[in-house]
């Protein structure tokens, strides 16, 4: 099970072209804080923020 956007390809960064469900939280977190990321990737804002807060929702933590 997964947030809706987890299937999201990321296509900029240390994980680009990997799918929103197997990025690392912390890159997630890093990104959302980031006041460049928004304005940059306004496409990819939202799918951060639901994946992030669907992995808070039901506990789910994946690390690197």
Do not use: H
Request: with cysteine.
């Amino acid at each position: 099970m997964s947030g809706a956007f987890a299937e999201t390809i990321v296509y900029f960064g240390k994980y680009r072209d990997w799918r929103l469900g197997a990025v690392p939280n912390w890159y997630l977190n890093w990104c959302l804080l980031e006041d460049w990321f928004e304005e940059k990737y306004p496409d990819l804002f939202e799918p951060f923020q639901d994946e992030m807060n669907w992995r808070k929702e039901q506990g789910v933590y994946i690390d690197d």
